[in-house]
Structures are given as structure tokens and as C-alpha cells.
């Protein structure tokens, strides 16, 4: 594991943890709710996690672009695969999603 991505994974646990302890039940049933949706459906995981790559691109989340990225990963996405996912978010979301596509790639290559 790479030192960028345990740093990454150690964030989110710790902060996620944080959010959890502190709030009532509407963050634990909105995490619940996005596991849920994520689950093998009418749509594959795979499928999924390329549709979440796309929208957090858009939405130049470059949090949620790491998350989907590993995830991606774990679903075996090829290299031809992303480049593709790139190119939708890039036709959707336009040039400003660039710098996005760039740092993706690089944590791309890094979980490789």
C-alpha cells in the first residue's frame, strides 16, 4: 500500500469514526443508504462504482474521486475501462474537470 493511499484510508476511518460517534442517526442512515446503493443490483458493483467515478468527477470531489477510484480497483476496472469513465466526465463536466482527470490518474497509477 502505497503511503498516499494509507494516509487517505486512515483519514476516512478516523473522521468517518469521528462523524458517526457525534451525530444522532441521520449520518448512520446516509452512509447506510450509500452502501446499499451500491450493492449488485439491476446494475453490477462495477457498473456502480464507474457511474460514482463519473459524477464525482463532475462534481470535482477529489475525495470522492479517490473512494471510487479504489473501488474501482477492487472491481478489477481496466486501464481502457477508466480511460473511458474519463472521457464521459470530461464530456459532461468539460474542461474544468482536466486537473481532476490528472490527479485521478495519478492515484490511478499509484493503486497500481
Known sequence: MTKKLKEFNEYRSKMNEK???ADG???KRFFNLDTNACL???LPVKTKEMLGLVASMVLRCDDCIKYHL???HE???TRGELFEVFAIANLVGGSIVIPHTRRALEFWEELN
Open 19 to 21: 462523524l458517526l460517534a
Open 25 to 27: 442517526n441521520f449520518m
Open 40 to 42: 449488485d443490483g439491476a
Open 70 to 72: 479504489i473501488k474501482c
Open 75 to 77: 472491481q478489477k476496472l
